[in-house]
Each structure stands twice: as C-alpha cells, then as structure tokens.
C-alpha cells in the first residue's frame, strides 16, 4: 500500500537559519501532497499544499518542492522564528481517494 | 480556526466501557474524515463520509468501531468495550474547496 518516509525526525536551528524536510512517497499515483504543522495538544493545521501538475509553490517563508520523477516532496522554512517550533507532517493522497497518508513528523525546534 | 470542532477534547474511561465522540463540520462541507493518531505518530486514516453515505473504512476500524453521519451534518465515532490499545487522539477533518482536509482540535482518549 502507499507509504509515506520523512526525514529527519527531529531538527534543531538557530532563528534565521533555514529548515528543510523531505518526504519520499511510494505510489506514484499520487497527485496531492500537503503539508501540516502540529502544536501540542492541538489538531493539524495545513500550512501549504502542492498537487503533481506543479513543481514548487511558494507562500511567504515557506515553500515546497515536488519532484515526481524521483517521488520526493520537500518543504523549506527561511528566517526561521522560535513560533515556527512544532511538529510538522506531509503527506500524500491517490487520485480519486481523499484519505491522506501521513509521515511520522519532524519535532522542529527553532532556539533564540 | 478551521470550522471544525469536536467533542470531548478529553476522555477518560474503563477498560471495557463504550465511548461516542462527535465531529461538527460547519454546513458546506460535504466530505468528513475521521483519523486516529498515537504518540509520536502521524495521523492513520479510519473512515470518511461523503453526506450521510460512509464510503471507506480502514483495515484499523475493527468491529467494535463504529461511525455516523446520520444527517449529513455533524458525524458521531463510538468504540464499543475500550481496550488500552485504543488510547489515542480521534481526529475529524473536513475537506475545503480543493482537495485541502482542515482538522479538528481532536478528542483525546485515555482508557485504564
């Protein structure tokens, strides 16, 4: 079944440094790829997405790259602030189903 | 805010007791999901609802899971005789314009 790699599992940087994670996907059929940012004890809140048709898209400080043919996705964080720390998932959905298939998560901590 | 809330944010029971969480979407979203996710993983999908019609269900809903959409509106989850492994947080979503799914805040389950 469709499977969904993150790494790394955990990320440390400084404020202003920049933070990338990537995903790798298995089913090539996918076509949607989103990306959520998780605080504690909350519910996942979407922070950008990206379908197949395009290869990057970018919303502020962050951004995220799709490279279909290897199955990767990436999400970029610049200037990164100390509220930018929480978990972050992707995921990846199959044409004609909606059920996303998600990560492990990447715990990003960003120090003062 | 995402329009999405869910009831109870905790719960806390026996082993062996049944338990019922609700989702309410706000109105135009026609396509409703339930996840469950345990510590320190992603979110795993369970079920979804398309209105009232209950279109997928995942290997993880076992026989004592049930879930509804009597309305096509608010949607109910119950577990039936808890178990330990059951303790997790019980995700709802609702899917936007696009293929976007914006989540709830959760309901977290505790079973001793």
Same mark, same amino acid.
């Given at each position: 079944?469709?499977?969904?790699?993150?790494?790394?599992?955990?990320?440390?940087?400084?404020?202003?440094?920049?933070?990338?994670?990537?995903?790798?996907?298995?089913?090539?059929?996918?076509?949607?790829?989103?990306?959520?940012?998780?605080?504690?004890?909350?519910?996942?809140?979407?922070?950008?997405?990206?379908?197949?048709?395009?290869?990057?898209?970018?919303?502020?400080?962050?951004?995220?790259?799709?490279?279909?043919?290897?199955?990767?996705?990436?999400?970029?964080?610049?200037?990164?602030?100390?509220?930018?720390?929480?978990?972050?998932?992707?995921?990846?959905?199959?044409?004609?189903?909606?059920?996303?298939?998600?990560?492990?998560?990447?715990?990003?901590?960003?120090?003062? | 805010?995402?329009?999405?809330?869910?009831?109870?944010?905790? &719960?806390?029971?026996?082993?062996?007791?049944?338990?019922?969480?609700?989702?309410?979407?706000?109105?135009?979203?026609?396509?409703?999901?339930?996840?469950?996710?345990?510590?320190?993983?992603?979110?795993?999908?369970?079920?979804?609802?398309?209105?009232?019609?209950?279109?997928? &269900?995942?290997?993880?809903?076992?026989?004592?899971?049930?879930?509804?959409?009597? &309305?096509?509106?608010?949607?109910?989850?119950?577990?039936?005789?808890?178990?330990?492994?059951?303790?997790?947080?019980?995700?709802?979503?609702?899917?936007?314009?696009?293929?976007?799914?914006?989540?709830?805040?959760?309901?977290?389950?505790?079973?001793?």
């Amino acid at each position: 079944g469709e499977n969904v790699e993150q790494h790394p599992s955990t990320l440390s940087v400084q404020e202003g440094d920049s933070a990338v994670i990537k995903c790798t996907y298995s089913d090539s059929a996918s076509n949607y790829f989103p990306w959520y940012k998780q605080e504690l004890g909350k519910g996942p809140q979407l922070i950008i997405d990206i379908r197949s048709n395009v290869g990057e898209k970018k919303d502020q400080r962050i951004a995220v790259t799709l490279n279909k043919t290897a199955k990767h996705f990436s999400l970029h964080i610049t200037e990164t602030q100390p509220e930018d720390s929480a978990v972050y998932f992707c995921a990846s959905s199959l044409y004609n189903t909606d059920k996303l298939i998600f990560g492990t998560g990447t715990r990003l901590q960003v120090f003062p | 805010d995402t329009g999405v809330s869910q009831d109870p944010r905790h &719960k806390i029971t026996k082993r062996g007791q049944n338990v019922t969480f609700r989702c309410d979407p706000i109105s135009e979203h026609n396509r409703l999901y339930w996840y469950r996710q345990t510590l320190g993983q992603g979110p795993e999908f369970l079920t979804y609802f398309q209105n009232e019609a209950q279109l997928e &269900k995942s290997r993880l809903l076992s026989d004592r899971f049930s879930a509804e959409r009597p &309305k096509g509106s608010f949607s109910t989850l119950e577990i039936q005789r808890t178990e330990q492994g059951d303790s997790a947080m019980y995700l709802c979503a609702a899917k936007g314009p696009g293929n976007e799914q914006f989540f709830g805040p959760g309901t977290r389950l505790t079973v001793l």
